[in-house]
């Protein structure tokens, strides 16, 4: 006989507790940030470069982390043998855990679930920032960011892309290179559409939020996108009609430091209230965009320490969290990271790239550390009873 929904809840609280006292009984040293409004306890590092052999050498990154029918853990995850997007092969691999012990994964496969497609300028450079979306109605359907060629100089090239799988999440296949056509010029993503998150609310109805680029400004030595969080529906998960206006804007010059993006968010609604974690990039305290100055990536590419000056300036990114009652209008908590900076950790810098999944009576939040997750995947809780 096949357990009832209330005896699958039981056990899920059941497993939730007992991960909890191991971590408390094996982890003591673990970190609790009584600085921010949630309560979020880090972990340690879960996946390292180099997880997946030469193939992640350089980068795992943008965690999508679902739970399986069998109870177990699955991450799809941007992985690199090149430090920047545009040196070296980009491409989507998974991994699976027992969440009684999330630090040791294992490949699903040792092959891409996705990778570079030569033939054109989109994807050529590959791809990163998985979103899988299971369902039981229908295949799997895959949202990723592309990487190619067809943006002009200094421009980041994403495009955000759909795969779908109809074999549970093992092998996908492309359905619609650009699933999130370019918003028309001066709207808040004609320069770039990227990662995104979907909420499935019911048979034909999908929510999404995603990275909406709009412009690129120069600040000196280098050019910053200004982006945004924006917003779209669907009936079916394949064609979406946007939102008019950003679910969250980026700041800009109204704040000090300057606020250029807000990107990369991840919603979960609980008990009919959406809660979104988010990514915050803030310049050095004091920047304004300014007239054009030495040629940018060209720069990067030849002399590494004029890029570590520049980005050492800046504040980078972290993590904030936003709510809603109706998905639209979302209250902000500005200003809050959710997590301090970890000195001498994985994540001294920068924390970006959130995927927060619900485990019963906890949140789990796997997230990137510095340099877009040159130093790894973390691995954060928090009792579902202190979100606020």
Not at 228 to 252: E, F, Y
Request: net charge neutral; aromatic share 10%; with cysteine.
């Amino acid at each position: 006989m096949s357990p009832t929904r209330s005896e699958r809840r039981c056990a899920t609280a059941l497993l939730a507790l007992l991960v909890c006292i191991a971590w408390e009984v094996a982890r003591p040293a673990a970190q609790a940030e009584h600085q921010s409004p949630q309560h979020w306890i880090k972990r340690g590092v879960i996946l390292s470069p180099g997880f997946a052999g030469p193939q992640s050498s350089k980068l795992v990154s943008s965690p999508s982390v679902i739970r399986l029918s069998n109870g177990r853990l699955r991450m799809y995850f941007w992985a690199a043998d090149g430090v920047r997007p545009w040196h070296g092969t980009h491409v989507i691999l998974a991994a699976e855990a027992d969440p009684a012990n999330p630090f040791v994964w294992h490949l699903v496969s040792d092959q891409p679930m996705l990778g570079p497609d030569p033939s054109g300028n989109v994807r050529n450079r590959g791809v990163g920032f998985p979103f899988v979306l299971p369902r039981k109605d229908g295949p799997w359907l895959m949202y990723y960011g592309t990487w190619g060629t067809w943006a002009q100089t200094e421009a980041l090239s994403n495009r955000t892309g759909l795969a779908a799988s109809d074999d549970g999440g093992l092998t996908w296949r492309v359905v619609r290179e650009t699933v999130l056509p370019l918003g028309a010029p001066g709207s808040y993503d004609a320069g770039l559409t990227g990662s995104v998150d979907v909420l499935r609310e019911s048979a034909g109805r999908y929510l999404m939020w995603y990275t909406a680029g709009e412009r690129y400004v120069r600040f000196g030595a280098r050019n910053r996108g200004i982006v945004h969080v924006g917003a779209a529906q669907s009936s079916d998960g394949i064609n979406w009609t946007k939102a008019l206006s950003p679910a969250i804007a980026a700041r800009l010059e109204s704040v000090d430091p300057y606020e250029a993006v807000v990107s990369k968010p991840y919603v979960l609604k609980i008990n009919g209230v959406y809660h979104m974690w988010f990514c915050v990039y803030a310049m050095a305290p004091g920047a304004k965009p300014s007239a054009a100055g030495p040629e940018y990536r060209g720069e990067q590419d030849q002399d590494r320490s004029k890029w570590e000056r520049i980005t050492q300036a800046e504040r980078g990114y972290h993590i904030e969290y936003a709510r809603s009652v109706d998905g639209v209008n979302w209250q902000r908590q500005a200003d809050q990271p959710v997590m301090s900076l970890t000195p001498g950790g994985f994540d001294s810098r920068n924390q970006s790239y959130p995927a927060v999944i619900d485990m019963g009576s906890q949140l789990w939040m796997f997230y990137v550390g510095d340099e877009f997750g040159s130093t790894g995947i973390g691995l954060a809780t928090l009792d579902k009873s202190e979100l606020h």
